[in-house]
């Protein structure tokens, strides 16, 4: 029986796959591979139609928070070759079953990395709203899609409303929520979203993946320094054409603080400083192993850059 939540939906995917069945899910009219199968593959058709048929639950559960999430025909193909990558497009299908069952229209599609950005975007947000509800913070979810809306009403560009999804939720989780309550929401959504990533660089990893989601064009980083006494790293980033925008004098840096939960458990993030730089944003993040949290899910910006 497949559940109600997204969590349970891609439980019971990951449930259905195997790495070494010839059997995968694409869009039948565009070849992306739809979160949440990208990446699975699955030993009998059989199963990979009920992935595929528990793909267009996932994604209608998704609609509900972003009504232009992108429509998919998700159909099964057979391939024993490699599948392409997420955000990238599949081969030639060899076999081509029926479709699963659901709405056939698209709204607007973008190129496949923009479309990589925009599949990122939902799923830090979906996952951020299962813990909030979860968490019985369902005013905070509310303002969040009150505030997007009223933005979807006024942008017209619909590719860039994903963005505003993310921008609305930092807002919100800022205003509403105290530092230790953002903290409990990001750290659980973190583990929501994809399976923990322990490293000796967290930033680094962090920073590398949102940049290949389309978040984020260049970075760089300095040294990280330590203080073992305090129990406290710092590391300093300078960010260009970072997809997020000013919000009200604030930085939205929830799916930075987000990913950092995954990466390195034992030093946490405690706070983020932004000041506005040439041609982009520079970040300090201190990670500590007992932190005072302060501007985790958006940070002020300081525009006097030292």
Known sequence: MIGTTLVDIREYIEGLADPAGEYYLVCGRTGHRPVPAVGHRFERRTAAQSAARATEQYRAALRRYDPQLPHYDVIVCQDSGPVAPAGQTA???????????GPSAEDGMGSSEHQTLVEFCHRVAAAIF????GREFDAVETAVMDSYFELAERVGDLDNLCLCLLESTAA???TRLTPVEQADVLSEAATRLTANEPTARPVSATFSLLQTR???????????SVDLDEGVQSTVVQVAEYA???????????PIVLDLYRRQPDWLPSSVRVADADDG?????ELAREPELTGLASAPIDSEVT
């Open 244 to 254: 997020l925008s000013p919000q009200e004098g604030r930085l939205p840096t929830v």
């Open 130 to 133: 299962e813990t909030l509800s």
């Open 281 to 285: 944003w520079r970040l300090t993040f």
């Open 172 to 174: 919100e989780l800022s």
């Open 214 to 224: 389309g978040l984020l064009g260049a970075y760089t980083q300095s040294a990280s």
């Open 91 to 101: 081969g030639r299908p060899r076999s081509r079953p029926r479709a699963a069952a």
